[in-house]
Each structure stands twice: as structure tokens, then as C-alpha cells.
């Protein structure tokens, strides 16, 4: 293990409209599991609406400038399971051996915030409290792409006071899928109805969950229905960070 | 072949079944009892994995292989007395049936379900052809008796609710059966069935299974229903598609126990038949004549093709059970023989990707349909593969195509990006109220059913800029 690797963080570009909260929360775990972090200011996007949509070439051209911005560093961490495996399938996009080289040497050290500290740094919280009961839900990309499952729950069970209720269903999409919500919003609306019910139906304080997207059709539909379930990113409670506004509350 | 629903459109479609209560009702009864079956009967399976990769092995090498094992199994089905025809598309298919049933002066011919006969269109061509056609199928009875098409390929009936088929059999069958015993009801069907099976000139069914090194032919159903459709009558056809071929009984049998799992949850399914020639001298039963028609249908096209792995679809329908679209919507939303995951990467292949083109889009991609196919089809990828010819022949939508050009653009240039945000999200916070947007121009897609929540009047990069990596305090 290296010391004190060099970490870029890949801040994704919900996050940077969003919710930055969830960035700082992410330098501020890594560099508790004692890594150096930056940001390199040449990233935007993972290229994930290009490549979901079938534009080939619009996805390699936004893969070459992540390949330049982050490929000098130890690993690249992000807190979004979906753009990590967006990054670790660049290597599909490219038929020249050098930039695939280079894809393949990056997608070989980029990581999922949570599962980087828990499988790569094997780092756990402590002295973190939050006193409320909560319910995860496994975003499709982390879980199927990258195998985050565990690793979250792990970490959440560290959290003193904090009560993790099961989700049923946890597994099972959210209906989000990047532009599918838009594009067939009422199939998504389907699909996410079912979700919220379950939700609902753990009488849970707080839902959780690894990825913004995700998180932000799910507390989208949470409000407009009038529940009062908080929603926040995991590595917000895990840093520490959930005192103040959740998605969607008003900030002060 | 699309026989209903080719002038509306997917949206049209899929919005109609989820204004309906009832097939949300019927679906989720039928998916999640199969969901709960096949994970408990995938869990009893120790070897499960090694099963699956088994599977997959097979069905590709007898990909790589077609040609040696078609001919292969021509030679030894020609031998056992069975007459071998070639199809190269749909019509040619339900052709051949249909001039094998007039050689036969067939007046009545039953018919055993299989996704085949309804990718070629042969109920259709049979009603055409003035020949009564009895789907002896409990559930393609029922679609038979609501003259619709199957809406899904273990299940075709699952979206009529016990209510509906109460009904349509109070209106064709004698004497009326009780709607709350379904007993009574499936009673009632082999009555009207069982006359029909021994009054049959032809029996037509598909295949599971095409045997190379025997020449048989292997069919699975929980009724029995195919065994009486095709022992009783003088004629026996099988129309099957070409990847149904495997080498040996052994692959046959490995195959087997991945389907009905995957498919039912169960271990073995009721009746696993192998078909080999007609009656002999001797034998006490059987047809006199055993038709085999293979069918291409765009198969071959796909052997050579990214699709290939396609062709290792058992068709079990644990895509479909476990896909959060399918779900939602059923099966006739997707306008095709095929629906679910599997029918979105068919359909395209059968039916051309400018009738078809949303069906590859819609979908989340959320990976649970391979993460449960038992030949480990990489569904996602397929389906993505589609996505880029659909961008590719320029099918993509024009509004589409201009927002990901803007989108791309902006994000290819890191500082026109970031001063692009700045500028943006100050004027997204006005349309908010409290931590919210309700509503905003070019954003009715989401804001119709769900809030949005209201974006950070300065992003990550500017803050991080100005506060470093600690952030605002
Ligand atoms: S694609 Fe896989 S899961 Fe779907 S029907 Fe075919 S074999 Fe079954």
C-alpha cells in the first residue's frame, strides 16, 4: 500500500452544479485515509450522455481529456459509481493501441469513493455520529459495474447511533438512467413510484445512496409526494456532514 | 412481424399499458413469483456459475460451428425418416408450414406455443389460409380466445388477470367455469381441447432443442400439450430457428437445467419431449410424416455480426422478470414478437432499427437483466451497440443530437465549461422556491412528477478554487 498516495479527484459534473458539499465530504474522507488529494481543473465530464446516446466518438473525445487530466496520478477517486465505470470502459472506445494503453492504465486505478477506502485503503470512520435511522439503496452502476455493496454498509455500521434499516428492493433500479428519465419520463416515473414506496415504507429518517443521480430523482419524487425521508450522499454522513441542509433543503 | 400496434408508436404503447391497473396487477403477479422461484431455485443450485459459463460455452461454440452442426443435424433427422426444409425469412417460413398443411388436406391443425410461430406470423398465416388453428396451449388459448399476441415468452397470457380469462371463457366455453376456481376453468379448457387434439390433421410445434448427432428435436412444457399435438395427428411440424442447435443430448440436458431454473424456478419442467422421425413399423403411435423447418430470419447475419452473443438466448424470460421496464410497461408495449431485454435487442435484428429504435433506448441500463441471464448474455453492451448505430444512421432525435453537440462542445473545453456553470446556475436558483424547482423551460421531463432540487449558487470547482481543499467553513 503507498503511504500517502496522490489522489485526483474526479468531482463529476452533478456534483460541481449540484451538491459541491459531496466533493469537500470526499477530500475530506480520502484525506483521512491518508492520501493527498487534488483536482485537477482540466476535468468536466465523464462522458457518460455521449457514450449512454451511441455518440462514439463524443465519449472518446471527453475520455482523452480525462485520460490527460488525471493518468499522472496515483488513483483517481470519484463519488459516483457510474462515472468511475463510465472511466473504467474507456478502454472499449479505443481502436489505437497508445490511447488504449493509456485508457486501460487509468481505468485500472480509478475507484468508487467507498470502495477505494474500504477495499483499497481499508479505512473505516470513527468518532462519527449521527443519531437517526437510514436506508441505502444500491445505485445499478456501482453495484453491478464496480461491486459496491458491501463496502457501504460496512462503513454506514461504523456510524455511531446511526440505525441502518433495510430497503427492500435495494437492488432494483431507481428508474434514473441518465437521460432515460427524461426521455421516457412516465416509464421513469413508473419505475420510481415503486421505489418511493419502499422508501416510504421503512419509515426510515434518512435514504442513501452512492451516486447524485440516483439520489436526485429519488428525493425529487420523495418531495413532490410530501414525504419527509432526507436524503443525503453516503459520504456526507460518513464524513461527518449531514448537520446541515440534506438534497433539496433550503440552504441557510 | 408486428400484427397490432405498428402504426402507434413505443411511447403510445407503453404510456396506454401503464394508464392500465389491471396488467400492473397481472404483471407483478406472474414476475414476482418468478423473480422469488428462481432466486431460491438458483441458490439450491450449487454450481449455478459454472452452469451458466457451461451454457454460454456451448451455445458459442455451436455459433462458431453452424454450418458443421446444421449439416450435421440435416443428415441424421433426413435419416430418421424426417423431411428437412430450409427457410431464409418469415415468409418463407410460414409458407412452407402452410403448403405442408394443404398437401396434408389439413383441416385442423393444433398448434403448440412457440415464439417461432409467432416470429414468423404463422397463426396469421394459417387463419389466412382458411385452416382452423387450435392453440392448445392453455395460456395461448386464452390469447387465442382475446385474439391478441403473446406479451411474454414463458407466460404469453400473464397480462390477463384470472377476472379476464373468467370472462373469456364465459363467452366460448360451455358450460360457464366459476372465476374464482381456476381449477374449474382449466377443466372447462381441456374439454373444449381434448376433442380438438384427436380431431387434428397436423400437429405444429417448436423447439427447445435441435439434437445434431441424433437428428431429434426436443420440446418442454408444463401442460403436455405438445406431446398431443404431435402424436395424435398424421403430420408433425417443427419450425425452429437455427441457433437451436446443440451437439449432443448431453448439451441438450446441460441447457436444460438452466432454462427451466431461470425460467420457472423449477428443477425439471413437466414434459421434456425428443422427437426423432416420424412413426416407425411398429411404433404404436406417431405421425406418419415429421416436417422440420429451420429458419434464418436474420440469423446468419447476426453470426457474423457484434450481436452474435444473442444467439445464445435460451429464452427463458428472466430478462424480462427482472427488468424494471418491462415491469412496468408488459410485453405488448414493445411491439414486437420479443419484449423485455432480450426482444430489445432481437427486434431490432427482425423488424429494422428505424421501427424499433427506441426500444434500445429505453432502457435504464441498470444490468440487472444479465446479471440474472443464465447464458450470460451481455445484454447492456448489445443494446449500447445498438444505440451507437442509431446515433451512427443518424436516427438519433434532432433536439438529441443538438443538446449532446452543445453539451459535448462546452464540456471539451474545460474553462468555457466552468464559466458556463458559473453563469447557469444563478439563473436555475430563480426558478427555485425553498430548496426546490417545481418548473423550469427545457425541463418538463423531470419537473412533471418530480421536484428538482434546487442547484448550489456556486459550483465545486469555484469554491474549491477559493477555498482549497478544505472548502467553505
Ligand atoms: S436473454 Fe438470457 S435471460 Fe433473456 S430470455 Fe434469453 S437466455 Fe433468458
Not at chain 2, 359 to 366: G, I, K, R, V
Request: aromatic fraction near 6%; charge should be neutral; proline fraction near 5%.
Amino acid at each position: 500500500m503507498i503511504e500517502n498516495p496522490r489522489v485526483g479527484l474526479f468531482v463529476t459534473c452533478l456534483v460541481d452544479a449540484m451538491r459541491p458539499q459531496i466533493g469537500f465530504a470526499t477530500i475530506k474522507l480520502l484525506e483521512q485515509a491518508g492520501c493527498v488529494v487534488e483536482v485537477p481543473r482540466r476535468q468536466t465530464c465523464c462522458g457518460q450522455p455521449a457514450g449512454n446516446s451511441g455518440d462514439k466518438a463524443g465519449a472518446a473525445a471527453l475520455a482523452k481529456q480525462v485520460i490527460a487530466a488525471f493518468e499522472g496520478f496515483d488513483y483517481v477517486v470519484g463519488p459516483s459509481g457510474s462515472c468511475i465505470g463510465q472511466i473504467r470502459s474507456y478502454p472499449k472506445l479505443f481502436a489505437d493501441p497508445g490511447w488504449r494503453r493509456r485508457a486501460e492504465d487509468l481505468a485500472a486505478k480509478s475507484y468508487e469513493i467507498l470502495s477505494f477506502l474500504h477495499d483499497v485503503r481499508g479505512w473505516s470512520p470513527t468518532d462519527v455520529r449521527l443519531e437517526a435511522s437510514a436506508t441505502y439503496h444500491d445505485s445499478c452502476s456501482g453495484l453491478r459495474e464496480l461491486g459496491v455493496q458491501a463496502q457501504p454498509r460496512a462503513l454506514l455500521e461504523r456510524v455511531e447511533g446511526l440505525e441502518l434499516v433495510p430497503l427492500e428492493g435495494a437492488n432494483v433500479c431507481c428508474g434514473f438512467g441518465g437521460t432515460f428519465c427524461v426521455k421516457y419520463p412516465d416509464i421513469s416515473t413508473a419505475i420510481l413510484s415503486e421505489k418511493t414506496a419502499n422508501i416510504a415504507a421503512t419509515g426510515a429518517d434518512i435514504l442513501l445512496a452512492g451516486d447524485l443521480g440516483c439520489l436526485m430523482n429519488m428525493a425529487g419524487r420523495l418531495h413532490r409526494e410530501g414525504a419527509a425521508t432526507r436524503c443525503f450522499h453516503t459520504v456526507e454522513v460518513l464524513a461527518g456532514m449531514s448537520d446541515g441542509p440534506a438534497i433539496g433543503e433550503e440552504d441557510k | 412481424m408486428t400484427a397490432q400496434g405498428k402504426q402507434d408508436t413505443f411511447k403510445q404503447r407503453a404510456h396506454d399499458a401503464l394508464a392500465d391497473p389491471n396488467l400492473k396487477i397481472a404483471i407483478d403477479r406472474t414476475t414476482n413469483t418468478a423473480q422469488t422461484k428462481r432466486t431460491a431455485a438458483v441458490d439450491a443450485f450449487p454450481e449455478f456459475q459454472a452452469a451458466r459459463e457451461r451454457g454460454a460455452a456451448i451455445k458459442d461454440h455451436v455459433i462458431a460451428n453452424l454450418d458443421h452442426y446444421l449439416i450435421e443435424f440435416e443428415r441424421n433427422a433426413t435419416d430418421a425418416g424426417a423431411q428437412v426444409h430450409w427457410a431464409r425469412d418469415a415468409a418463407e417460413a410460414a409458407d412452407i408450414v402452410t403448403r405442408i398443411c394443404t398437401a396434408a388436406e389439413a383441416k385442423i391443425v393444433t398448434r403448440s406455443k412457440s415464439m417461432l410461430g409467432e416470429e414468423i406470423g404463422l397463426p396469421h398465416a394459417l387463419d389466412d389460409a382458411g385452416i382452423e388453428r387450435v392453440e392448445t396451449d392453455l395460456a395461448e388459448h386464452i390469447i387465442q380466445l382475446a385474439q391478441e399476441r403473446p406479451s411474454h415468452i414463458i407466460w404469453p397470457a400473464m397480462h390477463r388477470t384470472r377476472e379476464d380469462v373468467a370472462e373469456l371463457f364465459f363467452k366460448d366455453h360451455q358450460p360457464p367455469p366459476d372465476a374464482d376456481d381456476p381449477a374449474s376453468m382449466v377443466a372447462s379448457a381441456r374439454r373444449v381441447l381434448r376433442e380438438k387434439f384427436m380431431s387434428a390433421d397436423v400437429g405444429i410445434s417448436g423447439a427447445n432443442f435441435l439434437v445434431a448427432d441424433t437428428g431429434a428435436t426436443c420440446t418442454v412444457t408444463n401442460e403436455g400439450n405438445a406431446e398431443l399435438s404431435t402424436t395424435p395427428p398424421r403430420v408433425h411440424i417443427v419450425t425452429a430457428g437455427i441457433e437451436k442447435l446443440v451437439p449432443s443430448t448431453d448439451h441438450a440436458m446441460a441447457l436444460l437445467r438452466l432454462l427451466v431454473r431461470s425460467a420457472t424456478g423449477g428443477e425439471v419442467t413437466q414434459y421434456t419431449t425428443f422427437h426423432c422421425g416420424p412413426k416407425r413399423s411398429g411404433d404404436a403411435d406417431g405421425p406418419e410424416e415429421m416436417h422440420i423447418v429451420l429458419v434464418d430470419n436474420g440469423r446468419s447475419r447476426m453470426v457474423g455480426d457484434e450481436f452474435r452473443q444473442m444467439l445464445r438466448c435460451i429464452r427463458c424470460g428472466a430478462c424480462m422478470n427482472h427488468c424494471v421496464v418491462y415491469r412496468q410497461i408488459g410485453g405488448h408495449a414493445y411491439g414486437g414478437t420479443y419484449p423485455g431485454p432480450m426482444g430489445a435487442v432481437l427486434t431490432p435484428v427482425l423488424d429494422g432499427l428505424p421501427q424499433s429504435r427506441d426500444l434500445p433506448h429505453a432502457c435504464t441500463m441498470n444490468g440487472r437483466c444479465e446479471e440474472v441471464c443464465p447464458v450470460r448474455i451481455p445484454l447492456k453492451t448489445l443494446l449500447k451497440a445498438w444505440r451507437v448505430r442509431s446515433w451512427d444512421s443518424q436516427q438519433e432525435v434532432g433536439t438529441v443530437r443538438m443538446g449532446l453537440g452543445l453539451w459535448g462542445h462546452a464540456a471539451r473545453r474545460p474553462w468555457l465549461y466552468h464559466l458556463g456553470t458559473r453563469l447557469a446556475l444563478p439563473v436555475m436558483r430563480l426558478f427555485g422556491r425553498g430548496g426546490w424547482i417545481r418548473g423550469m423551460p427545457f425541463a418538463s421531463g423531470w419537473t412533471r412528477t418530480r421536484d428538482l432540487p434546487k442547484p448550489a449558487s456556486r459550483s465545486f470547482m469555484s469554491q474549491h478554487r477559493k477555498y482549497g481543499n478544505g472548502g467553505p467553513q
